[in-house]
């Protein structure tokens, strides 16, 4: 008997071939008590992301795969995704960037699940560049991360202190009309998430942006 999904996560994509099969293996092997589904929205790429992503995971049962119609930006793909989402949580992750830890999902719901008053749970990171250098290296102790543990909206008035892999209660209505013309909608929505209570922001290493 499957388990009760309990988050849902999303990963939008676009042209993403050469990233998106590490992206979605890092989110299949996360180590959890719970149910989850895995929602991939592909923003008509021009390039074979769709295909490899069907090819893959099309039979997958804990995977769903959309395509837009037309090309409409993450923030549309964001919203849509949301919308469909009926996990109690929701996980957001560009389709190329990845996770390292693999009981990252079970230690943020655990957080979140004791500490009701926190509306997101979010980590360290490491950051890809086009080289395939690291910074900080894989040998290097040191991540990026929130310099602010307890993250209150008013701190992101300056800066999105939020960091890698947001793990947020699945508020409705997050996406506004407005954002689609707003250059970091991630920063945004962490906003629109913080107005239901503080973030938590781990330092420990859980993931890489490219």
């Not at 009926?86 to 990845?98: A, I, N, P, S």
């Not at 699945?170 to 970091?184: I, Q, R, S």
């Not at 330092?203 to 942006?209: L, P």
Request: aromatic share 12%; hydrophobic share 35%; with cysteine.
């Amino acid at each position: 008997m499957s388990k009760p999904i309990r988050l849902t996560v999303i990963i939008p994509c676009y042209n993403f071939e050469k990233y998106v099969e590490q992206a979605v293996d890092s989110v299949l092997n996360q180590v959890v008590n719970f149910g989850y589904e895995l929602l991939i929205v592909d923003d008509n790429s021009t390039d074979s992301t769709f295909k490899i992503v069907n090819e893959k995971y099309g039979n997958n049962p804990v995977v769903k795969i959309h395509q837009s119609p037309k090309n409409q930006g993450v923030t549309k793909n964001l919203k849509d995704m949301m919308d469909k989402a009926v996990g109690q949580y929701l996980f957001t992750m560009d389709g190329d960037d990845y996770i390292v830890d693999k009981e990252y999902f079970q230690r943020a719901i655990d957080f979140l699940d004791t500490n009701p008053k926190y509306s997101l749970f979010c980590s360290g990171y490491k950051l890809l560049h086009n080289d395939g250098s690291m910074y900080p290296t894989e040998d290097d102790v040191a991540v990026w991360s929130s310099q602010i543990e307890d993250l209150h909206l008013n701190d992101l008035l300056s800066i999105n202190h939020v960091s890698f892999g947001r793990v947020f209660r699945n508020y409705k209505n997050l996406v506004k009309p407005w954002m689609n013309d707003g250059l970091h909608e991630d920063w945004l929505i962490n906003a629109e998430i913080l107005k239901n209570g503080p973030a938590k922001c781990e330092k420990r290493y859980a993931g890489v942006y490219r």
